[in-house]
């Protein structure tokens, strides 16, 4: 069974750095784009990038270029989403999601709240 | 970049009635080359993830109710669910992956009971 399972909420003040996680099982890792996507309160869902595990290869939303980065460790199976310095507007849930080859998204983490907040 | 837009925002249905949801894409999302359209359903359910109900604008995913079917071409799509169970409440998003440099979504549909 595919699985994508993500790492805690946080709590966090501006200014903090975060590193939050995705890990898969049941698959390959290695061959499957990973998908991180962001859910404002009470709002849609916006892409923020991709990441091939395989060789790390990684695209960006242009929204989101330069404001995230995007990395995986392959030998943990694990898929990061990183920011340097939060602000109180990156609160919001994060999901990663798993890309099938065809490039719709076929599987979802449970998601990762994260609060930013003074 | 393709825009996605979703009508109604919002949609209240009586059980066991048919609920009609629309996504419409600011330019083509079918592929001439395998006359495939690009777009996919999701739900995402009260404080739940997404989770992918139909790919290639008609084709349900394994496990998904057959009440959940999906239609249309080029630009226009629709999602229909026949006969609305209580546990269909959800929000509902199309996305296209015609271009994934960006993806794009719909702002979602909120459907509820009536």
């Known amino acids: 069974e595919v699985q994508l399972v993500q790492s805690g909420a946080e709590v966090k003040k501006p200014g903090e750095s975060l590193k939050i996680s995705c890990k898969g099982s049941?698959?390959?890792?290695?061959?499957?784009?990973i998908a991180w996507v962001r859910q404002m309160p009470g709002k849609g869902l916006e892409w923020m990038g991709i990441?091939?595990?395989?060789?790390?290869?990684?695209r960006y939303s242009p929204s989101f270029q330069g404001q995230v980065t995007i990395s995986a460790d392959k030998s943990i199976s694990t898929a990061y989403l990183q920011w340097n310095r939060l602000e109180a507007s990156d609160t919001a849930m994060y999901y990663c999601?798993?890309?099938?080859?065809?490039?719709?998204?076929?599987?979802w983490g449970q998601g990762t709240l994260v609060t930013v907040s003074s | 970049d393709i825009v996605m837009t979703q009508s109604p925002d919002s949609l209240a249905v009586s059980l066991g009635e048919r609920a009609t949801i629309n996504c419409r894409s600011s330019?083509?999302?079918?592929?001439?080359?395998?006359?495939?359209?690009?777009l996919a359903w999701y739900q995402q359910k009260p404080g739940q993830p997404p989770k992918l109900l139909i790919s290639?604008?008609?084709s349900r995913k394994s496990g998904v109710p057959d009440r959940f079917s999906g239609s249309g071409s080029g630009t226009d799509f629709t999602l229909t669910i026949s006969s609305l169970q209580a546990e269909d409440v959800a929000v509902y998003y199309c996305?296209?992956?015609?271009?994934?440099?960006?993806?794009?979504f719909g702002q979602g549909t909120k459907l509820e009971i009536k």
């Open positions: 999601a798993r890309v099938d080859p065809d490039y719709y998204f076929d599987s």
């Open positions: 049941g698959y390959s890792f290695t061959t499957y784009w």
């Open positions: 990441i091939y595990p395989g060789d790390s290869d990684t």
């Open positions: 330019q083509s999302i079918l592929y001439r080359s395998n006359n495939k359209n690009y």
């Open positions: 290639w604008a008609s």
């Open positions: 996305q296209q992956y015609y271009t994934t440099l960006p993806y794009s």
